[in-house]
């Protein structure tokens, strides 16, 4: 078994989600007392999240790839970002490390791509919605990327940062992301990514009517696939 290398903090909610679903992954696939070889680096979110609003994207690379860089010396075989928003600098970490970086969008994207869809909606911050860096990366796969109107951007952003990141899980708000994902099919989306994780605290399969690809799961699967080839 490869040992995974994660960067986390982004939240810690998020990085909580990766460590016990990479466990339970290996639990299931390989079975007895058996889990998962992992190294973790945890940044201060506070620390990171006011550098990314000044757009300081130069500090927020170093303070990753030094958390990157011990994560490797700590005997990681690769490396996840556990984070959507700040694969943003995902290319300055991959060249500070000697080991690959999993990008999630390349995972996300294949994962759309082997259902058959030709376009996808992209629910996550308001800064990966409005920015390109992760959406272009998708649609380098051969996909057409569908975003929610700007105008809910801040709602979504709200229902992150003021309830999820803190682990609050409310049906009114589940009715409000669903209504999101009806919109972004009315626009022609054939299915839906859930690119940030603690939307995956929200919502499930079973709340929509078109196909949801949780990026977290779906990253974890393809590290456990590697970690265990």
Known sequence: MQTIGLVGGL???SSAVYYQEL???VEARVGGL???RSVMASVDFAE????QEQERWDDVAEILSAAARGVEAGGADFLLLCTTTFHRVADQVAD???IPVVHLADVVAEACKAQGLESVGFLGTTFAMSRTFFTDRIASHGLTVVVPDARH????????????????VLDSSR???VGLIDELWDAGAGGVILGCTELELLV???DADIPVFPATALHVAAALDRALA
Do not use: P
């Open 96 to 98: 500070a490390v000697g």
């Open 175 to 177: 009715r409000t992301v």
């Open 34 to 36: 058996s889990s998962a």
């Open 153 to 168: 951007h801040d709602t979504l952003n709200r229902v992150i940062y003021e309830e999820l990141v803190h682990g609050k």
């Open 23 to 25: 466990n339970r992954g």
């Open 11 to 13: 939240s810690w909610e």
């Open 48 to 51: 990171v999240t006011a550098l």
């Open 204 to 206: 499930k399969q079973a």
